[in-house]
């Protein structure tokens, strides 16, 4: 046994030397897998990965137990200590010290490292095939004559044109022939590779795994996607779709159109969970594919969805959270589930809030819908509704004006979410169609102490909006209004003033009445709560001390309230 080292650029021909020969990366390969030798990566560390072989880390890891010694990587994927080449070569020395020979072949010299012989990689293959070392060169014939693969590079190329493949290959003594889906298994890196390689399959149908080594494969070919028969279409489905995962330009366009077409022609004849699944790979990494996949999606929703239906929907909402228009043609079908208390409900109504935010005209038949959405039991579900219908209605306010007795519903939930955007939804129907807006004065009020400040704020600002063609229905609630003068959050104080300044017309006794509160609320820290309370005190004849109003005419510093104190002042004297 030898142990056989090299570096990789300008040494293996992975990355051939510009003008010298390069030990080809098969050579490496049979003598580490098929031969008795230790062969080990000891320059560029792509060799452990490009020939299957244990490298520098390894090596470590085998001396100490644990690679400690290397410390941690850097954001470059650097380790903070990396031994020498010559620290590396003795670390080999010493991990198998009964070895017959110890051969380094790199473009460095390296014939100093003691118990070394050093090669450059031309030399050493010439070297190889005289005969001349105690390693010899692998057969070179590319098939042998009774039938199989001499290398493993064969078989890659093979895996590498299909999908779904027909082996025959040996085991114990027998011969048998599999359809079959290849799979790469997940390998510790600690783990040396020992023998000839072996390659993964999965046979169609029934899910069984096994291994095949190199010397039993005898035969081994892709099988076209439209020669498989139905039972087995599954297996390609899944197949495509793992290769979409790892290599999105392997998988040949035309075929994955072909799959999802047949998916959506007949979706009765085809392995449902398997095409559901490539659709939903399709619609998240396939650009030029994507509105084929979501064709296919939706036409293979089961009717009693499962998780994996869920999931398939909540693909296209995060699809669509980057091109909405994407499911500009299926709104009838998420109107349909989004109306319906199902596992569907909640994605479809997230893909509808998501089209009413980018384009509320392309949902607006989806308003029944989403008014159903909005009474469902879970808070995500209705939030997205009522957000969805208040999208809606800051430009087509006439068509939510249907949904106004659930919004008051919305209003009441106990959702921060719910509660803000179903008082946003009712405000702009409101401030065009306050007649509409008026049974839900009553509701209004009854939020205005919300523990949300978002709550409190539109509440008393809706007040506000229903006050300019109410006015007289708003003042009955003056009392409620004006205590948000008080409020912690400022834009709740600044809506109580527009509302109760707006509303104060119709009643300005009630206005005098909450003359403790407009006296307080002259110091108020916001100007405009200032500068409208001024106004109020004024309008409505409040007897507020006449000193605290100079006060505020002298010594504000806000021009406009310093003039609307003034201008209360020759109200009231």
């Not at 062969?39 to 072989?53: S, T």
């Not at 020992?194 to 399959?201: M, Q, R």
């Not at 179903?422 to 205005?448: H, T």
Request: proline content about 5%; overall charge negative.
């Amino acid at each position: 046994m030898y142990v056989l080292a090299f570096d990789r650029d300008w040494t293996v021909d992975v990355s051939p030397h510009p003008r010298q020969e390069t030990v080809p990366i098969e050579w490496v390969r049979y003598w580490a897998h098929e031969a008795d030798h230790e062969v080990w990566a000891i320059g560029n560390q792509d060799l452990v990965e490009e020939a299957e072989i244990p490298g520098t880390v390894e090596s470590i890891r085998r001396r100490d137990g644990h690679i400690d010694a290397l410390g941690e990587k850097n954001e470059y994927g650097r380790y903070a200590w990396w031994p020498e080449r010559e620290e590396r070569l003795r670390i080999l020395a010493e991990l198998f010290p009964d070895a017959d020979g110890y051969v380094v072949v790199d473009d460095l010299d390296l014939s100093h490292v003691k118990g070394w012989d050093h090669y450059h990689a031309w030399d050493f293959v010439e070297h190889v095939r005289q005969g001349e070392l105690g390693v010899s060169a692998p057969p070179s014939t590319d098939l042998s004559p009774d039938g199989g693969f001499e290398s493993g590079d064969a078989v890659r190329d093979v895996l590498a044109d299909g999908y779904v493949f027909e082996l025959t290959h040996r085991t114990n003594g027998e011969q048998k022939t599999h359809l079959v889906t290849h799979f790469e298994p997940d390998r510790p890196s600690m783990t040396p590779l020992k023998g000839p390689p072996a390659f993964w399959f999965e046979t169609a149908g029934n899910d069984e795994r096994f291994s095949v080594r190199l010397p039993e494969i005898e035969r081994l070919h892709p099988v076209p996607y439209d020669r498989l028969a139905e039972p087995f279409s599954g297996a390609a489905f899944a197949a495509v779709r793992e290769q979409l995962q790892d290599d999105l330009s392997s998988v040949d366009e035309d075929t994955l159109r072909t799959m999802l077409s047949d998916a959506v022609a007949d979706s009765t004849s085809v392995d449902r969970r398997a095409a559901l699944r490539l659709a939903m790979i399709a619609v998240e990494h396939c650009d030029d594919v994507r509105a084929l996949a979501v064709d296919t999606t939706f036409a293979l929703l089961a009717d009693e969805p499962s998780a994996l239906d869920r999931a398939a929907l909540q693909a296209l909402h995060e699809a669509a959270t980057d091109d909405p228009a994407v499911l500009n043609g299926h709104v009838g079908d998420l109107a349909a589930y989004a109306s319906e208390d199902s596992m569907y409900q909640a994605a479809a109504t997230h893909c509808l809030m998501e089209l009413a935010e980018a384009d509320p005209a392309s949902v607006l038949d989806a308003v029944p819908a989403l008014e159903a959405a909005a009474t469902a039991e879970t808070d995500a579900t209705q939030s997205y509704a009522v957000y969805a219908l208040s999208c809606i209605a800051e430009t087509y306010p006439e068509e939510v004006m249907p949904a106004i007795d659930t919004l008051i519903e919305a209003m009441q939930s106990e959702g921060e979410t719910a509660q803000t955007n179903a008082l946003a939804a009712l405000g702009k129907i409101a401030s065009n169609y306050p007649d509409a807006a008026e049974p839900i004065v009553d509701e209004l009020v009854a939020v205005l102490d919300a523990d949300a400040k978002r709550v409190r704020n539109n509440a008393v600002g809706l007040l506000g909006d229903l006050a300019q063609e109410h006015p007289a229905v708003v003042i009955e609630y003056a009392d409620q209004i004006a205590a948000r003068l008080e409020d912690t959050n400022i834009q709740a104080r600044v809506n109580a003033s527009i509302a109760l300044q707006r509303a104060g017309e119709a009643d300005p006794a009630a206005i005098r009445a909450q003359q403790e509160r407009l006296t307080a609320a002259l110091q108020d820290p916001s100007p405009d709560v200032r500068a409208n309370v001024c106004t109020l005190i004024g309008n409505a004849n409040v007897s507020v001390p006449i000193e605290d109003l100079e006060d505020v005419r002298e010594n504000d510093l806000d021009e406009t309230v310093r003039d609307r104190a003034g201008w209360a002042i020759s109200r009231l004297r």
